[in-house]
C-alpha cells in the first residue's frame, strides 16, 4: 500500500494488527479468486481531493493529461489517442501506448492514472476470457463495460483515476461505453476523454457524421487528436488509432471460402496461360497496416499459399497499397520496411504511389522521387544508343541489367493517375464500376494521384502503358504528356481479385513486344471463360 507509507500509516495487511485496523474483505462477485481488501481506517484516513488525495498534511497530487477519443460510424468505430505520459510539467514517456487491447474485439483506452487503467483493463481481460470458455461466446461490449463499472464502484472513494472508452464489435455492431473510477457508465456514439477532449470535441462536433467512408474517418480522427495535441500541453506524441470492423473486417468462414476460390483460380490461370511474370498491384492483405508481427507472419503465409507458383517458370511481383501499409499520414517506417522485407524481397525498392507523390518532404516522398528521377536519366541515357555508358541508382530487377532494345517502359501503380469521375470509363467490360457510382468525384491524394504527380511521372518516364488498382473496379482512360501533345498514354485500371469487391473479378493478360513497343491485352475474368482483346502499338517520340 504506496500510498499507506507515504501518509505514514503501515496499512500493508500483512504487517498490520488486526485490532488496530479491523481489515474487511470485500469479495467482488466476479472476482472470487482474486482477493481485494479495504481498510476501513484507510478510508476514512484518505480524502479526496481536487487532482489527487490528501492525508492529514499530506496531499498526492496526480498531475497528467491525454487526449483520447472514439466514435462510431456507418464503417465501423475508431479509437484514437496521443501518446504522451505526463507526470505534471514533466514528459514521463513519448511512446505510451494508451489503446489497450481487452481481447480481440474489444478495445479499452487510458486516461487518468497509467497503472490504475492498465491494471483493471488487465483485469476486465481476464473476466471476458473466462467468460467465453465457461459459456462458450463472446462477452457483449454492454456486458464488458457494466462488469468494468460494477468492479470500480467497488473502490469509489479510494482514490482510482481511471477514465476509460470500451470499444468494440458484437451481434449488435459497434458499441462505445464510457466508464470512470466512481463506477459511472455511460454509453454515445462519441466520446472524448482527457486533458486535450475539449480541444478534440470541437473538431469532432464540427465534422463528424455518421456516414463517412474509412478515409473520411482516420482523417477525422486524426485531425482531433492533433488538434489537442497542439493546444494541450499535456497531449503529445504519435498518433494510434485502431479500426474495428467485426472480426477485423470478415468473418474467418468468409476468408476461407474468398482464399479458397482466389487460389483455384490463380492456379487455374497459371496452367491455361503459362505467364511469364505475374504482378500483384497492391493491397494483399485488408489489414496490413494494423498487423503485429505474429499476424502479419499468419498473413503471410496465406499468401503464398493462394499465389504458390513455380519459381523457375514464373515470376511473381508485388506491389504495395494502402490497405498493406496504410495511407500517407498513417505509415510507419517499420510496417513500410517490414512489407518490403516480406512481400517485395528487397528494402531498398521503391514503390510509385499516391502516398509518395504528396510533396511534403516524408521519407517515401522524397525516396521515390529521387529513384523516378534516376530511372528517367537512365532511360533518357538507353534511348540516345549510349547504354554502355548509361547508370541508375536503383538495382535493375532483371536478368539484363543494361537492355540493348530501349523501348518506353510499362509503369505500374496501385493507386491511378490523376482522374475526375470514373464517366470516362467504357461501360461495355462486366467488370466495370456500376453507372450510378460512376458520377462520384475521386479526391486526388487520396483516391488517386494528383494532377502535379500524374504530369511528373508522365513527363519524366513517358510510359507506354500505366497499369493501375486500387477501384476495384476496370477502367480504361488514356493521358497526354505536356510536351507531346500527340501521344497518347493507354492506362489500364485492373479490377479486383475477389469476389468480396465486386460480382465480376478478373485480371488482364498483357503480352508485350518490345521491339515494337506495343502490346496486347486480354481481359480474363475469375470464370475464365469470357475474354475481351484490345491491341495497342505505341510508337516512340
Not at 488525495?53 to 456507418?74: D, E, M, P, R, W
Not at 464503417?75 to 511512446?95: E, M
Request: hydrophobic letters at 40%; aromatic letters at 10%; charged letters at 20%.
Amino acid at each position: 500500500m504506496a500510498l499507506a507509507s507515504v501518509a505514514g500509516l503501515s496499512g500493508y495487511r500483512n504487517s498490520a494488527d488486526s485490532t488496530d485496523y479491523n481489515f474487511i474483505e470485500r469479495p467482488i462477485g466476479h472476482l472470487e479468486e482474486t482477493e481485494l481488501f479495504w481498510s476501513q481506517k484507510l478510508e476514512s484516513t484518505f480524502t479526496p481531493v481536487d487532482h489527487g488525495l490528501k492525508s492529514g498534511h499530506i496531499q498526492i497530487n496526480f498531475n497528467h493529461g491525454t487526449t483520447t477519443l472514439a466514435f462510431k460510424y456507418s464503417g465501423g468505430a475508431i479509437v484514437a489517442a496521443d501518446s504522451r505520459a505526463s507526470s505534471g510539467s514533466y514528459i514521463a514517456s513519448g511512446t505510451t501506448e494508451k489503446v489497450l487491447v481487452i481481447n480481440k474485439y474489444l478495445l479499452g483506452t487510458m486516461a487518468g492514472g497509467a497503472a490504475d487503467c492498465a491494471f483493471w483493463e488487465r483485469v476486465l481481460s481476464k473476466q471476458c476470457r473466462l467468460f467465453e470458455l465457461r459459456n462458450k461466446e463472446r462477452m457483449s461490449v454492454a456486458a464488458a463495460s457494466k462488469l468494468l463499472a460494477n468492479m470500480l464502484y467497488e473502490y469509489k472513494g479510494a482514490g482510482l483515476s481511471i477514465g476509460t472508452t470500451i470499444v468494440g464489435w458484437d451481434k449488435r455492431g459497434a458499441g462505445i461505453y464510457y466508464v470512470d473510477n466512481d463506477g459511472q457508465r455511460l454509453t454515445g456514439d462519441l466520446f472524448s476523454v482527457g486533458s486535450g477532449s475539449l480541444y478534440a470535441y470541437g473538431v469532432l462536433d464540427t465534422n463528424y457524421k455518421f456516414q463517412m467512408k474509412d478515409e473520411e474517418a482516420y482523417e477525422l480522427a486524426r485531425r482531433a487528436i492533433l488538434h489537442a495535441t497542439h493546444r494541450d500541453s499535456a497531449s503529445g506524441g504519435f498518433i494510434n488509432y485502431p479500426h474495428l470492423v467485426g472480426p477485423f473486417r470478415g468473418h474467418n468462414l468468409d476468408r476461407l471460402r474468398r482464399d479458397w476460390q482466389m487460389k483455384q483460380s490463380f492456379h487455374a490461370a497459371q496452367t491455361l496461360l503459362s505467364p511469364d511474370v505475374v504482378f500483384i498491384l497492391g493491397d494483399i492483405f485488408d489489414e496490413g497496416l494494423w498487423l503485429d508481427d505474429l499476424n502479419f507472419e499468419s498473413h503471410v503465409e496465406r499468401y503464398n499459399k493462394i499465389f504458390r507458383h513455380d519459381s523457375l517458370k514464373t515470376i511473381v511481383k508485388n506491389l504495395v497499397g494502402n490497405h498493406d501499409i496504410g495511407f500517407h499520414y498513417a505509415i510507419h517506417p517499420y510496417v513500410d520496411r517490414r512489407f518490403r522485407r516480406k512481400l517485395m524481397l528487397a528494402a531498398n525498392t521503391s514503390a510509385v504511389s499516391l502516398w509518395t507523390h504528396r510533396g511534403d518532404d516524408c521519407h517515401l516522398c522524397t525516396e521515390a522521387e529521387r529513384n523516378v528521377k534516376s530511372i528517367a536519366q537512365y532511360l533518357r541515357c538507353v534511348s540516345s544508343n549510349r547504354s554502355a555508358d548509361c547508370g541508375s541508382d536503383v538495382d535493375a530487377d532483371t536478368i539484363v541489367e543494361k537492355p540493348d532494345v530501349y523501348s518506353r517502359p510499362i509503369l505500374l501503380q496501385h493507386f491511378p493517375l490523376f482522374r475526375t469521375t470514373e464517366l470516362g470509363c467504357p461501360s461495355e467490360p462486366a467488370d466495370a464500376m456500376p453507372v450510378a457510382k460512376r458520377a462520384v468525384t475521386y479526391r486526388p491524394k487520396w483516391d488517386c494521384l494528383s494532377s502535379m504527380a500524374t504530369r511528373q511521372l508522365l513527363r519524366q518516364l513517358r510510359p507506354r502503358l500505366v497499369l493501375s488498382g486500387h477501384s476495384h473496379y476496370s477502367c480504361r482512360l488514356d493521358h497526354t504528356i505536356d510536351e507531346h501533345p500527340g501521344l497518347v498514354v493507354p492506362e489500364w485500371t485492373v479490377a479486383s481479385f475477389s469476389w468480396r469487391n465486386l460480382p465480376n473479378p478478373s485480371f488482364l493478360l498483357v503480352s508485350s513486344f518490345v521491339w515494337l513497343s506495343g502490346f496486347t491485352i486480354s481481359i480474363w475474368f475469375r470464370s475464365l471463360r469470357t475474354t475481351e482483346k484490345v491491341v495497342r502499338p505505341s510508337f516512340e517520340v
